[in-house]
């Protein structure tokens, strides 16, 4: 299986490793929303967002980023995300979202976390 | 510290005006010697506030008055959105009963606490003046 969008930097199995933007407003969230939606009509359940090239997001963002994984998890899939900022990774904290999904310093680590 | 060191900007209520709103908040944070992470919270703090004002404040004028001070404590912004103002107590029920109906929004005042060291919020029918401190 292979994607042809920016957002999609591999699949492998039943996971996709997914690049966030700079700035995760409602905009780059709702993108990458879809693109999870496009990805799971095609078996994929694991979605891995890697934030490294991420230097803000912001509440209308993360609110969609949320919406997100209940999919996922309502599909017996997940979303984790890997080399978030310390305020990202706090920001996540503090809305919630790590009682639903997992953040790791690398992709390897988050990639190994499914396999 | 030098009351030249303040720095006032009004941006328009446009997509994305708080990016820069928050390039400021950057260059003084460098200037007083913050840690990487204290300027990301206080940028981040910051876009909350400018996008809770850009989505409620129903300013006539569609523009927000921002002011950055710097102190010997650290660096204090004021957000005044000039719009019709709000009564706190009432938004922040109004919030708590969103969340427990599972709505995901309405997370900016509760981040806003978090990422800064002090934060008031003073509104009137004259305007909501949002005024948060990140120390040193």
Known sequence: MSSDSPLVSSVVGETAVLQSQSYVN???????????????????????INMQDSKMVNSIGIAVVIEMIEKAIENNGS?????????IAKTFQ??????????YDSEEEAIASIE | ?????????????????????????????????????KIDEVKMALIEACINAFEHSK???????????ITDRGMTISINDGGDGFDLDEAKARIAEKRNKGQKRGW??????????????????NGTLVTMTKYR
Do not use: Y
């Not at chain 1, 503090?94 to 953040?103: E, F, N, P, V, Y």
């Open chain 1, 26 to 48: 409602d905009k780059a969230a709702d993108a990458l929303a879809q693109e999870c939606q496009k990805l799971a009509a095609e078996g994929i359940r694991h979605f891995i």
């Open chain 1, 79 to 87: 979303v984790s995300f890997c080399c978030a900022s310390p305020t």
């Open chain 1, 94 to 103: 503090i809305m919630g979202l790590r009682q639903l999904s997992a953040i």
């Open chain 2, 1 to 37: 510290m030098a009351e030249d060191s303040n720095v006032d900007l009004s941006i328009p209520m446009l997509p994305d005006m708080e990016l820069t709103a928050i390039t400021v908040a950057e260059s003084l944070g460098v200037f007083i010697g913050l840690d990487t992470n």
């Open chain 2, 59 to 69: 300013s006539p004028e569609r523009r927000i008055d921002l002011n950055f001070q």
């Open chain 2, 108 to 125: 900016g005042l509760t981040l806003m606490s978090e990422l800064m060291d002090e934060v008031e919020v003073d509104s009137s029918t």
